[in-house]
């Protein structure tokens, strides 16, 4: 079941699809296409038209204007909530290929912004537990600011340099660093009574590669080398691997077989994104071909 807050925002971007398609919105539109009572639809367009273009027609409708430039409309400070709400709304529609969502991104210019937040494909988003410490942790990581805070996991303090926070698999993560410079992941609802560091030692600043690697995560398995993979499709998955990319880079060597390669820095990462498509793989790079044979034998010998 969806929670409330998961409702407003689907119903948000069925408005603002609704403007990217049409020439103009009635309020009944509106209301007709989310569901919703017409008073609700005329406040929902209010809002959005606090930050966006919209001009009253002359028969009651509205029409969008400037929809090329949309970016220009969106004050500075508003940037990154921006980012945010279309990362978040793109968790509730894991059905779809997300094409609503991904010409907002381009119309918003959010090429430009590099989000704190990054949310995967999810139709399970429990963003309301972890609402206070997302806001919390948004400044420190906006502003470099080193941390520290109480885990409950494992009934510790920790002090950290946090960089970005991650949806994955299910849960919400703090990606930082210890002083030492390893990269770390941390649940969002174990972490209670954040506060300033007042540590001698100051925010860690990552050279460009480690920047690089938390960039581009799309999991909380880290490494500090960049591993090629190849990994032969099955025709049944082919399609769905074009259309919905699992990974961020993904190059397509060959169509028969169907070859792609993908780089990770950890093998465990690949090895959870791939093991919902087993038995449809076919790991070709030898080094990862072992850790996968590895991993499903004690699969294996635990479950025969």
Known sequence: MKQEGERVIEKLFKVLNLFLERTSVSTNLIAEETGMSRRSAQRYLQDIMQFLEIK???????????????????????????????QYAKSMFPESR???VENLFKLFNITNIEPTIQVLESSSVDYNKVQGVVTDLSFYIKNHIKIQFYYRKDNSTKIISPYKILYYNGFWYLIGCKDNKEIRAYRLDYIEQISLSHDETGYIELDEKSKKIIENTTSIWFGYEELEVEIILDKGIKEYFIDRPIFKNMQILSENPFTIKVTVYNYMALYMDLMPYAPYFEIVTPEARKFFAKNLLKAYEKNK
């Open 56 to 86: 009253k027609n002359g028969d009651d409708s509205y029409t969008l204007i400037h929809k090329d430039r949309l970016s220009q409309h969106i004050k500075r400070d508003d940037s990154y909530l921006t980012a945010t709400l279309l």
């Open 98 to 100: 997300h094409d609503t």
